[in-house]
C-alpha cells in the first residue's frame, strides 16, 4: 500500500492531478446533495484538477445526471458524465449488428441508449411464448424500480433460448436517504438463480468503464485516482486498472466494513469535504 489509509492522510495527493468519480454515495444519497457539493467542484477547479464522472447506474440518461448536478448548483459537460448503460451500450454497438434483438430488464433511459447504438428493443410485456418463439440475441439487465415477475420470466425465458446475458453493474444495493436499497445485482441474482447463466458485467470493477473515463480524461493511469463509496466496485476495480484509490465513507461502506475487507484503498475519508480540504492543502493551498 503506498499511502497511510487513514482518514486525512494526504501523501501522494499532491500528484493527482485527475479524478474519477463515483456519484451514488459519493457526491449524493438519493435526492440530497452531499454537503459541501458545489464548493467540492470548485476546490477542484481551482487546483486544476480534472474530473469525469463515472456511474455504474443505468437508469438516468446522461442529461438526467447534467440536470440533477445543476439543480445542485454544478455544472457538467455532459461529455464528462459515464453511465454504466453508456458503456454497455458501447460494447455491445461493437460485438453485434445493428438492429440486433436485445431484451431490457431495466428502466427508460438503457432503452432509450441501446436503441440510439441501433438496437431494436424488445415489448417487456408481450406475451411470454414470444420468447421461446422469438429469442432476443442478448438480454441486459441493470436496476429496474418498475420490475415486474413478467420481466424477470420473459428474460429468464429469453436466455434459456439462447440470448447473451450482460448486466451494467454487479452492484447489489445503493445508498438512499432511507437506508440502502436493492440494486442492479440484485436484479440479476434472480436471473442466475433461474437460468444458471452468469452474466457479462460491463460496469465496475470491470475495465470498460475505467478504459472510457480514462480516454475522455486524456489522463495518464499515475495521475489518477478513483474516487468512490464501494470496495468491491469503486476500489477493487480502480486497483485493477492501475489506478490509485480513494474511498469515502459517506455512502455504502462503513469504517467496521473497511476493517474487515481485504480491498484497502490508498486513501480514505469521510466525504468530499474532507477529500477537498487535503487535495488542497496536498497541493498548496
Known amino acids: 500500500m503506498s499511502a497511510d489509509p487513514r482518514p486525512g492522510s494526504a501523501n501522494g495527493l499532491e500528484r493527482i492531478r485527475f479524478l474519477i468519480l463515483d456519484m451514488d454515495g459519493v457526491l449524493w444519497r438519493g435526492d440530497t446533495p452531499a454537503p459541501g457539493l458545489a464548493a467540492f467542484f470548485q476546490t477542484l477547479e481551482r487546483l486544476r484538477i480534472e474530473a469525469i464522472l463515472a456511474t455504474n447506474n443505468a437508469s438516468k440518461t446522461v442529461l438526467d445526471y447534467v440536470a440533477k448536478l445543476a439543480g445542485f448548483g454544478v455544472a457538467i459537460r455532459p461529455e464528462r458524465i459515464l453511465t454504466s448503460g453508456v458503456a454497455t451500450a458501447g460494447a455491445l454497438a461493437s460485438r453485434y449488428v445493428r438492429g440486433s ?27 411470454l411464448d414470444v420468447a421461446t418463439r422469438e429469442p432476443a440475441a442478448f438480454v441486459v439487465a441493470a436496476i429496474h424500480r418498475q420490475v415486474r415477475y413478467h420481466h424477470l420470466a420473459a428474460a429468464a425465458l ?102 474487515t475487507n481485504g480491498i484497502v484503498p490508498d486513501f480514505v475519508f469521510a466525504d468530499i469535504s474532507e477529500l477537498a480540504t487535503v487535495l488542497a492543502r496536498a497541493h498548496g493551498l
Do not use: C, W
Open 158 to 259: 429469453h436466455i434459456n433460448a439462447g440470448a447473451a446475458f450482460y448486466a451494467t453493474n454487479p452492484d447489489p444495493s445503493v445508498p438512499h436517504e432511507l437506508g440502502t436499497l436493492p440494486g442492479a445485482g440484485a436484479i440479476q441474482a434472480a436471473l442466475v438463480a433461474a437460468t444458471g447463466i452468469q452474466p457479462v458485467v460491463v460496469g465496475k470493477p470491470g475495465p470498460l468503464l475505467f478504459e472510457e473515463a480514462l480516454r475522455r480524461l486524456g489522463a495518464p493511469v499515475e495521475a489518477t485516482a478513483m474516487v468512490g463509496d464501494r470496495l468491491e466496485t469503486d476500489i477493487a476495480g480502480g486497483q485493477g486498472a492501475g489506478l490509485r484509490t480513494i474511498l469515502l465513507l459517506s455512502g455504502v461502506t462503513s469504517a467496521d466494513a473497511l476493517r
Open 101 to 127: 434483438k436485445v431484451f431490457v430488464v431495466g428502466e427508460p433511459a438503457l432503452a432509450e441508449v441501446l436503441a440510439e447504438h441501433g438496437f431494436d428493443i424488445l415489448d417487456p410485456e408481450a406475451p
